[in-house]
């Protein structure tokens, strides 16, 4: 249910309604908007006796169920759009922001040099594993602590906020201290433990959508998150398995506007895995300025060829700058037609 209290509600009309939702053995989530309070209740109890109970409260404005299966990120509970603070960049404010950097952190030299051509080119935040969950045990790894450690003193040198991703819940709290946004990946998506873990870290969680899953099944992993006292969540589209071969995943580019009528959360595209291949890379980037993505997650390597992993999907420096500069008209045009709209 949600339940929208009149504006310039008092603390204390407001204290009186989570008390009744409470009675009826629902949890209360609030959200404290410009004009008013708006109330969230999950649970299991008798929705219509409450429904009934909260409308005639003269404070109450309406009193609604949620339809859809997950609630506090649905678009029902909550119009607007979120806008999520990391360091000085919003996402989800109209800007789209730009997360760069190379698949794994491999050395001090690469993750550095890359967080100067990153940033240069137009990028807020860096990407990079530390931790990496990869197809083949043989496979490399990732530098863990160490990795997490290079990144913070990327961190350091270019001002940029850092994403990289944490697979267990044993790590949530040492990624933590080195990450601004922590990256769940494409296999973790349904790792409730991590998520329920994620919903306790105060850091924005980036989550991936699963090569297999449905949208709402992306939507309830992050309505875990939501649900366990974080809302700081941002969806990633990545591309999912289908048939086709000609990439190595399938971008649902479709699923952006469809994530943008379900839920307030950010959506994000990841054009790299979706693809596979660099040279699909700035298409993709495109339309995802286009579609109405709020931004972009890119692997860029000083030398692809060279890389520990996903090199294929990386792009080099000067093609990240040539692509960010490519991507400007296509921005301007976008903050234009938004800003008709908004007239
Ligand atoms: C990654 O971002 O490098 C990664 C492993 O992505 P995904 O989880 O989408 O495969
Ligand atoms: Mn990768």
């Known amino acids: 249910m949600i339940i929208s209290m009149r504006p310039h509600s008092s603390k204390e009309e407001i204290e009186q309604v989570c008390e009744r939702i409470r009675d009826f053995g629902y949890k209360v989530h609030t959200i404290v908007g410009e004009e008013r309070v708006v109330i969230g209740a999950v649970g299991v109890g008798d929705v219509t006796a409450c429904l009934e109970s909260l409308q005639a409260i003269p404070s109450v404005e309406s009193a609604v169920r949620i339809s859809a299966p997950y609630k506090f990120v649905s678009r029902e509970f909550k119009k607007e759009r979120s806008q999520i603070r990391v360091d000085g960049t919003v996402i989800g404010g109209g800007e789209f922001v730009v997360m760069a950097g190379p698949c794994s952190v491999e050395n001090e030299k690469q993750i550095m040099d890359t967080a100067e051509a990153v940033a240069a080119a137009g990028a807020k935040i860096l990407r990079g594993g530390a931790f990496k969950p990869r197809t083949s045990p043989y496979d490399f790894q990732g530098l863990e602590l160490e990795g997490l450690k290079l990144l913070a003193k990327a961190r350091q040198a270019t001002g940029l906020a850092i994403i990289t991703e944490v697979m267990s819940d044993r790590d949530v709290d040492l990624v933590a201290e080195h990450a601004d946004i922590m990256q769940v990946g494409a296999r973790n998506m349904q790792n409730f433990a991590l998520l329920k873990t994620l919903g306790k870290c105060g850091r924005t969680v980036l989550l991936k959508r699963?090569?297999?899953?449905?949208?709402?099944?992306?939507?309830?992993?992050?309505?875990?998150?939501?649900?366990?006292?974080?809302?700081?969540?941002?969806?990633?589209?990545?591309?999912?398995?289908?048939?086709?071969?000609?990439?190595?995943?399938?971008?649902?580019?479709?699923?952006?506007?469809?994530?943008?009528?379900?839920?307030?959360?950010?959506?994000?595209?990841?054009?790299?895995?979706?693809?596979?291949?660099?040279?699909?890379?700035?298409?993709?980037?495109?339309?995802?300025?286009?579609?109405g993505a709020d931004g972009l997650l890119v692997e860029v390597h000083p030398k692809p060829e060279k890389a520990f992993s996903d090199g294929a999907q990386s792009l080099n420096f000067e093609q990240f700058r040539a692509m960010m500069e490519d991507l400007r008209p296509y921005l301007d045009l976008r903050s234009q037609s938004l800003a008709v709209k908004q007239v």
């Open 210 to 291: 699963g090569m297999s899953s449905t949208l709402n099944e992306l939507l309830m992993s992050a309505e875990y998150v939501t649900a366990h006292g974080n809302p700081n969540v941002v969806l990633c589209e990545r591309g999912i398995r289908t048939f086709e071969t000609a990439t190595r995943n399938t971008c649902d580019i479709a699923s952006i506007p469809v994530l943008n009528e379900l839920t307030h959360l950010p959506v994000i595209l990841d054009p790299s895995h979706a693809t596979g291949k660099r040279s699909l890379v700035p298409a993709l980037s495109r339309a995802a300025v286009a579609i």
